[in-house]
T-cell receptor, first 113, second 116 residues
Framework: DVKVTQSSRYLVKRTGEKVFLECVQDMDHENMFWYRQDPGLGLRLIYFSYDVKMKEKGDIPEGYSVSREKKERFSLILESASTNQTSMYLC????????????FGDGTRLSIL | AQKVTQAQTEISVVEKEDVTLDCVYETRDTTYYLFWYKQPPSGELVFLIRRNSFDEQNEISGRYSWNFQKSTSSFNFTITASQVVDSAVYFCALSERQGSARQLTFGSGTQLTVLP
């Protein structure tokens, strides 16, 4: 079974802090994704990566950056956290082949105070 | 314009009732894929089914069935004889080619509550 592991289940940070959310997958997937989930809005794509050191913006990249130094690890960075970034963050991975489903981690519920 | 519409925000049924979750999508791609995911209270999204745009055959898996109709751009999901464990948020998603990889566009989800 595919395992996508997010480093924290719950995280509380303060406004202005630099925040790192880590995601690791164990199935050698090429694609990795970061979403945020908010009530009534479903999942919105922040960034995705289809290869090491490659990244592409999703629908809501503002205020975020990402890093993919190794194939199995994809990090989401909030450069200067703000209260409107309080949300559930979900990481996913998939094979490069276009019709393969994405596999999700358990999510990180991030609160910015 | 929203690409994936799940008009039902919340549905509540009594155990053993059948329930259908609606999903309407829009795309200009001729090749695309549709997915359903389940998100139980624990939070992890669980993949349920994938359909490609060339395969309109309905599918049944146990108590779950899916009705894909290209003519109405719909991909509806029916749970037969619902159970309390079916309570979850269900997401429909569309995969099109954007940029360098296919991305998933999710609907806003339908919260299903099955009452004992």
């Amino acid at each position: 079974d595919v395992k996508v592991t997010q480093s924290s289940r719950y995280l509380v940070k303060r406004t202005g802090e630099k925040v790192f959310l880590e995601c690791v997958q164990d199935m050698d997937h090429e694609n990795m994704f970061w979403y945020r989930q908010d009530p009534g809005l479903g999942l919105r794509l922040i960034y995705f990566s289809y290869d090491v050191k490659m990244k592409e913006k999703g629908d809501i990249p503002e205020g975020y950056s990402v890093s993919r130094e190794k194939k199995e690890r994809f990090s989401l960075i909030l450069e200067s956290a703000s209260t409107n970034q309080t949300s559930m963050y979900l990481c996913a991975s998939s094979l490069l082949v276009s019709n393969q489903p994405q596999h999700f981690g358990d999510g990180t519920r991030l609160s910015i105070l | 314009a929203q690409k994936v519409t799940q008009a039902q925000t919340e549905i509540s049924v009594v155990e053993k009732e059948d329930v259908t979750l609606d999903c309407v999508y829009e795309t200009r791609d001729t090749t695309y894929y549709l997915f359903w995911y389940k998100q139980p209270p624990s939070g992890e999204l669980v993949f349920l089914i994938r359909r490609n745009s060339f395969d309109e055959q309905n599918e049944i898996s146990g108590r779950y069935s899916w009705n894909f109709q290209k003519s109405t751009s719909s991909f509806n999901f029916t749970i037969t004889a619902s159970q309390v464990v079916d309570s979850a948020v269900y997401f429909c998603a569309l995969s099109e080619r954007q940029g360098s990889a296919r991305q998933l566009t999710f609907g806003s989800g339908t919260q299903l509550t099955v009452l004992p």
